[in-house]
């Protein structure tokens, strides 16, 4: 147990980005509770390996594994993750305290010379290693050139000033959090690209056992986002949501009600159709939550689903 005079050490990756996520809950932290927090940067597999795509490298949990290994050897209190980043299941012995007021969870149009996806021409290359986006990509426009683009998002931008891309789709939330709106050309709305499982959120990790952190931090859990985040994550975890599988979920909670849109494509075959099914329901809680979204996972197994996920 710490006491209130010992600071609480943030796992956070060494991105700007994450760096900027973690600053946050740390400001968070030190309002609400008056307690010193420190921040334990670190660098990821996922940070390293930039030639190659997530799935075929090992996931999201590239992201977060070596974050998880500071909190088990307790040097660190807690991780913070941008929620698309962390895997539907978490290993044995950590556990989702809290997840903050989301930002804008959908996706960035951003480009040098067009205005939006429609706009541009026919051949067009449009960077993004995100399989979810490349399939609704497809499914708008089987006319573009869609190209492997990896890096943290500076990088990415980079990339597409010095000419590399005609576009490129990045999530609305990283370029608002570093002060980058005039970035985004236009948003693409739900019904053009769902967003991915948590996307927008932050989510902050503990190991279980630390019952009193848990209470301290269950105070900062936005309830919207909170709700939105388990019955998006629950669709993904149905179908054994993982880098490869291009799986796409968002839900809307408010007034105890819940919408729930989700989407699958197939990983390989571009002439495959995209499958989606929406659903609604009465939400109360976190179990209520996960079980629209299994009813989601449901109506795309009925369609289909089953044939676009990976065997074994």
């Avoid at 539907?88 to 903050?100: D, I, N, R, S, Y």
């Avoid at 996307?199 to 952190?213: D, F, K, N, S």
């Avoid at 494509?265 to 209520?288: F, I, T, Y």
């Amino acid at each position: 147990m710490t006491t209130s005079s010992t600071p609480w050490v943030i796992a956070t990756r060494e991105s700007r980005l994450a760096l900027w996520q973690a600053h946050h809950v740390q400001a968070l932290l030190q309002q609400r509770f008056g307690r010193p927090v420190e921040l334990l940067g670190m660098t990821t597999r996922g940070d390293q390996i930039l030639d190659r795509t997530l799935s075929k490298v090992g996931g999201k949990g590239l992201f977060v594994k070596e974050l998880e290994v500071a909190l088990e050897e307790g040097r660190a209190h807690l991780a913070v993750h941008s929620l698309k980043d962390v895997p539907m299941e978490l290993p044995a012995g950590f556990v989702l305290a809290a997840v903050l007021e989301r930002e804008d969870p959908r996706d960035a149009f951003v480009s040098p010379r067009y205005e939006s996806i429609t706009t541009l021409p026919r051949g067009a290359v449009v960077g993004t290693s995100s399989l979810r986006r490349v399939v609704q990509l497809r499914a708008m426009r089987p006319d573009l050139r869609i190209e492997p683009l990896r890096g943290n998002l500076d990088t990415r931008l980079r990339k597409l000033d010095e000419g590399q891309y005609d576009a490129i789709v990045l999530a609305a939330a990283g370029l608002m959090r570093l002060g980058l709106p005039e970035r985004i050309r236009c948003r693409f709305s739900v019904e053009q690209m769902i967003p991915a499982a948590g996307q927008g959120a932050l989510g902050i990790e503990i190991r279980v056992e630390q019952q009193e952190l848990a209470e301290r931090l269950a105070q900062l859990i936005d309830a919207p986002a909170w709700l939105a985040v388990h019955a998006e994550r629950a669709v993904s975890r149905a179908l054994g949501g993982s880098c490869s599988v291009p799986l796409a979920a968002h839900a809307v909670w408010q007034a105890g009600r819940m919408t729930l849109a989700a989407a699958v494509g197939h990983p390989e075959r571009a002439d495959a159709p995209l499958l989606k099914a929406a659903v609604s329901g009465p939400v109360d809680d976190a179990a209520q939550a996960e079980a629209l979204g299994a009813s989601a996972a449901t109506r795309l197994l009925e369609q289909g689903a089953a044939g676009y996920l990976p065997r074994g």
